[in-house]
């Protein structure tokens, strides 16, 4: 298996662009191959979206794990992205 770690200047709008990619493009290529991956995603408040959050209770099939972590829940501002987290 692989673990993709993202360590970026989370005050950089570019680094935080380059994580949103780079984790989008792992979630396409579990859809289209079955991996066995391992994403670490700290402080992931600054760069979740609503494709994080609906491939979260997908991609798990497909072998494409999250370990996500962030200081508290209430920095997540998007109740549709806190609650895929949740769950």
């Given at each position: 298996g692989k673990v993709i770690y993202f360590k970026v200047?989370?005050?950089?709008?570019?680094?935080?662009?380059?994580?949103?990619?780079m984790i989008n493009d792992a979630i396409q290529q579990a859809r289209h191959k079955k991996v066995n991956t391992i994403?670490?995603?700290?402080?992931l408040n600054f760069y979740?979206?609503?494709?994080?959050a609906g491939a979260l209770a997908t991609v798990r099939?497909?072998?494409?794990?999250?370990?996500?972590?962030?200081?508290?829940l209430a920095q997540m501002k998007d109740e549709h992205i806190r609650n895929a987290i949740l769950s």
């Amino acid at each position: 298996g692989k673990v993709i770690y993202f360590k970026v200047d989370m005050l950089d709008i570019s680094s935080l662009k380059m994580v949103k990619l780079m984790i989008n493009d792992a979630i396409q290529q579990a859809r289209h191959k079955k991996v066995n991956t391992i994403i670490i995603a700290d402080e992931l408040n600054f760069y979740a979206n609503s494709t994080i959050a609906g491939a979260l209770a997908t991609v798990r099939s497909m072998g494409l794990k999250f370990l996500l972590t962030l200081q508290d829940l209430a920095q997540m501002k998007d109740e549709h992205i806190r609650n895929a987290i949740l769950s």
